[in-house]
């Protein structure tokens, strides 16, 4: 019995698989990117949509979560942003700028019941400008740390 047909249809369907996970990688990359951009021009509509499809893709890198966290933030959405820093930290503890933007954010929300104060911020009001990439690596845009 010949095992090279069979040899070879496995190396095809692996070649598949791993082709369809790096295209998917890649859209998530393209996405996070066209979010960070747009959180950058302060269009913090594009940057939820655009950073919601990178996540629904990559659902489990910390610095798109954390950027959602952001996006979500400069759009009013502080319960949204509570749980994707949330998320950010849980998928990666190591993840400074994303315990950053969670800690001031619990603190900007304990602050605001203490005032009574239950309304988000406007839009980008307070929101710290922390940012990893989704490799990890430190912030790659020339605003700061975001």
């Known amino acids: 019995m010949d095992r090279a047909p069979k040899l070879a249809a496995t190396a095809v369907v692996f070649a598949l698989c791993a082709a369809v996970a790096g295209c998917a ?8 990117r066209a979010g960070t951009d747009a959180l950058d021009r302060g269009d913090s509509q594009r940057a939820v ?3 919601e499809r990178a996540a629904a893709l990559e659902p489990e890198i910390s610095a798109i979560q954390n950027h959602l966290g952001i996006a979500y933030e400069d759009a009013g959405r502080s319960e949204d942003a509570l749980l994707a820093y949330e998320r950010a930290v849980a998928l990666d503890c190591d993840n400074r700028a994303a315990e950053a933007n969670l800690r001031e954010l619990r603190a900007r929300r ?5 005032s009574g104060d239950l309304r988000s911020p406007p ?7 922390a940012r ?3 490799d990890g690596d430190e912030p790659n845009t020339g605003q700061g740390a975001r």
């Open 132 to 134: 990893s990439s989704p």
């Open 123 to 129: 839009d980008g009001d307070a929101v710290h400008d």
């Open 110 to 114: 304990a602050d605001d019941l203490q």
């Open 25 to 32: 990688d890649l859209e998530a990359r393209r996405f996070y």
């Open 49 to 51: 949509a655009d950073l």
